[in-house]
Nanobody, 119 residues
Framework: QVQLVESGGGLVQTGDSLRLSCAASGRTFGLYVMAWFRQAPGKEREFVASIWGSGGITDYADSVKGRFTISRDNAKNTFDLQMNSLKPEDTAIYYC????????????WGQGTQVTVSS
């Protein structure tokens, strides 16, 4: 089982940048696809970005493509989300998640970090 803890959220203005980090514990970190999700008040949790073990395969939601960059460091058991050109609509609780390469579901989640973007 992998344990995930997010950090790096905060209150910023439109156009600012934030870097979120997810620290993972566990002995099989490299076997997991890592991803960021977010959830705004009253909304369902939505996919933001994902990254496979090699770091060469990434996927982004259309709403963040070109602004957000996901990366991972398998040696440190961490993965990050660099968020640039933030917009008020990016305001949400951001969660890191993980799934095994052989699974279709993200079964492991962090507790979330708040990102608030003011206009």
């Amino acid at each position: 089982q992998v344990q995930l803890v997010e950090s790096g959220g905060g209150l910023v203005q439109t156009g600012d940048s934030l870097r979120l980090s997810c620290a993972a514990s566990g002995r099989t970190f490299g076997l997991y696809v890592m991803a960021w999700f977010r959830q705004a008040p009253g909304k369902e949790r939505e996919f933001v970005a994902s990254i496979w073990g090699s770091g060469g395969i990434t996927d982004y939601a259309d709403s963040v493509k070109g602004r957000f960059t996901i990366s991972r460091d398998n040696a440190k058991n961490t993965f990050d989300l660099q968020m640039n050109s933030l917009k008020p609509e990016d305001t949400a609780i951001y969660y890191c998640g993980a799934r095994l390469y052989t699974s279709d579901q993200y079964n492991f989640w962090g507790q979330g970090t708040q990102v608030t973007v003011s206009s």
